[in-house]
């Protein structure tokens, strides 16, 4: 599956962002999807994931102010970023794996096979 990332820019601290990311080439419903984050200096980490059920998982940094979602009618994923930080300032990446259990999330970067190519979200104080 071919990943397309989206929808980063700059914003002040406490704005909104909503990042997509698009998939082609294969069957988006047998994804489980996942949204990292990768700073200056700062190894990759993962922001949220939404497994093939839709059930999902969010980093403690993520919790009550990122969503994220799907729409296998679209072949996007979603991350809604609500509450910015400067602290959220990174490149954004969407990841892929071809899921064995439809509700499980995978949270291991190293378990994603597919990446798009990364958006940059920048936050001002």
């Known amino acids: 599956v071919q990943l397309q990332a989206s929808g980063g820019g700059l914003v002040q601290a406490g704005g909104s962002l909503r990042l997509s990311c698009a998939a082609s080439?294969?069957?988006?419903?047998?994804?489980?999807m996942g949204w990292f984050r990768q700073a200056p200096g700062k190894e990759r980490e993962l922001v949220a994931a939404?497994?093939?059920?839709?059930?999902?998982y969010y980093a403690d940094s993520a919790k009550g102010r990122f969503t994220i979602s799907r729409d296998n009618a679209k072949n996007t994923v979603y991350l809604q970023m609500n509450s910015l930080k400067p602290e959220d300032t990174a490149v954004y990446y969407c990841a892929a794996k071809l899921y064995t259990y439809r509700y499980y999330i995978y949270t291991e970067t190293s378990k994603y096979g597919n990446w798009g190519q990364g958006t940059l979200v920048t936050v001002s104080s």
């Open positions: 080439g294969r069957t988006f419903s047998d994804y489980a």
């Open positions: 939404i497994s093939g059920g839709g059930t999902t």
